[in-house]
């Protein structure tokens, strides 16, 4: 049910508007301000040489400010543009009724639900033939008379525990 998120929700689609929005309106405030500066400069006869050219020097960076607004205006734009020709997929949602005693879920692997019946069938089926669990014994308890009887050479010896210490 994971869909995309409405580009009008889009926290980052909306920081993009405001910093183009922004780096517009401050390169146009540079612009305009250097090029003012320019004119006073230019139109006053005891103007130095650094006067002059340093506001021509904040109109290119105000330029450049200006253009990476407009840049991203552009992105806007364009991201709003594929947004709409996009067609997202429609998203079925399920109500859950929770007044009702119905299960409804289909069941895992086709196993039939779980009732007392089929407790007493898996009771009364053969018992599983498990492995014993090893179990630590003494060294001082004398060793099953079975297991000695049945003990072949071609069985790997029994661990008694009487080589811990080599260990």
Do not use: C, K
Not at 111 to 116: L, V
């Amino acid at each position: 049910m994971q869909t995309r998120p409405r580009l009008v929700t889009s926290i980052p689609f909306w920081v993009l508007v405001v910093a183009s929005v922004a780096a517009i309106a401050g390169g146009l405030a540079i612009v305009l301000n250097g090029i003012d500066a320019m004119e006073q400069v230019l139109n006053d006869p005891n103007a130095t040489v650094v006067q002059v050219y340093v506001g021509q020097s904040w109109v290119v960076v105000g330029a450049a400010v200006l253009g990476a607004g407009a840049i991203g205006i552009a992105l806007v734009l364009a991201l709003a543009a594929a947004t709409a020709l996009v067609r997202r997929p429609d998203v079925a949602v399920e109500t859950i009724d929770w007044n009702s005693d119905d299960e409804t879920a289909p069941e895992a692997f086709g196993a039939a639900p779980y009732t007392a019946t089929s407790t007493t069938a898996a009771t009364s089926a053969a018992p599983l033939a498990v492995e014993d669990a090893d179990v630590e014994v003494p060294s001082t308890a004398p060793a099953p008379p079975q297991a000695a009887a049945a003990a072949s050479h071609d069985e790997p010896r029994l661990d008694t525990g009487d080589d811990v210490t080599r260990r």
